[in-house]
C-alpha cells in the first residue's frame, strides 16, 4: 500500500500533449442527426415578469377566496387558508429572488476593474 502523497498514482496517467487541430474539428463538426441545439429561452426580464405576474396571480386569487369565505358565499375555508399560504410563500421566493440580485449588483459594483 502506497502512502497517499505518492506519486505512483498520477504516473499511472502519463499526460499526453494535446491535438489542438482534432480538438477544433471535433468542436466544429455538425451535431449527429436526432441532436440539436436547445432552443433560446425566454430572456431574463421576461422570466422576472413571469414571477411577478404569477405571484399577483395568487395573491388575487387568494383575496377573492378570503372574501367569499368571509362573506359566507363559500365555505372552503380550507381553500381560502391554502391561497393564502401559496400567495405568501410566492411573495417570499420573489422578495429573495430581489434581494439576491440587489446583493449580487452590488458585489458587482465592488468589482475593480
Known amino acids: 500500500m502506497s502512502p497517499i502523497g505518492s506519486t505512483s498514482a498520477l504516473s499511472a496517467f502519463p499526460l499526453q500533449p494535446l491535438d489542438v487541430a ?3 474539428a471535433r468542436i466544429a463538426a ?10 433560446p429561452t425566454e430572456s431574463f426580464g421576461n422570466m422576472l415578469d413571469g414571477l411577478v405576474s404569477t405571484v399577483a396571480e395568487k395573491q388575487a386569487a387568494s383575496a377573492n377566496l378570503t372574501k367569499s369565505v368571509l ?9 381560502s387558508v391554502i391561497a393564502m399560504q401559496e400567495a405568501s410563500v410566492a411573495f417570499t421566493l420573489m422578495v429573495e ?6 446583493e449580487s449588483y452590488q458585489e458587482l459594483m465592488r468589482m475593480q476593474v
Open 97 to 102: 429572488v430581489r434581494n439576491k440580485l440587489v
Open 71 to 79: 362573506l359566507g358565499d363559500s365555505d372552503q375555508l380550507h381553500q
Open 22 to 24: 482534432q480538438t477544433g
Open 30 to 39: 455538425p451535431l449527429p442527426d436526432g441532436m440539436r441545439l436547445a432552443a
